[in-house]
């Protein structure tokens, strides 16, 4: 049944030609049947692509949110760790500063040791060495007693003192018993 005919210039219906105002009726009752036609047939459709996006867009907040923690929980995890570095450096330049002033220490000992021993051999050389200056002026001493005793023996010898000399050594020599 030919319920509407468009032309470009007039609107019949059942073939008489319509006023402007029935002509404007027309078409919003042709817009009307459309319009309904259009909701009856793409009211499920319309009704699931909604309701699918709006789960699709559920879902994707609930993903954006799990996201969002497990970033923060990195983030948690990360400045403890950073903290846990922060801590472990610190104990690192601790323990460098301790063990350098403990082999600071060694260092220092080491070289007072060192300085000790070296300060007991110069003593020991120094007594040596005042040892054998002494053993040697004795030597020296004893060498000039000696002869100067000699030269005073053989002057007294000379001089005819031979008797009192042999007397003098022999009591010397009584006292030495």
Known sequence: MPFLLLSPGEIKLAGYALTDVAQ?????LNFSIFL?????????????????????????????ERDRLEGEQQIQELQIKMEGLQSELDQLLARAEHDANREKEMIIQSAKDEAAKLFAQSERD???????????????????????????IHKQLKNGGQSEVMDQAISHLGDLR
């Not at 404007?24 to 919003?28: L, R, Y």
């Not at 200056?133 to 005793?149: I, Y």
């Open 24 to 28: 404007f009726g027309v078409q919003i």
């Open 36 to 64: 309904g036609l259009l909701i009856f047939f793409l009211k499920v459709p319309a009704a699931q692509f909604f309701r699918n996006r709006q789960d699709e867009l559920r879902r994707l907040l609930d993903q954006s």
């Open 126 to 152: 120094i007594m040596q060495q005042t040892q054998q200056a002494q053993d040697e002026l004795k030597a020296l001493a004893a060498e000039l007693a000696l002869g100067l005793a000699q030269e005073k």
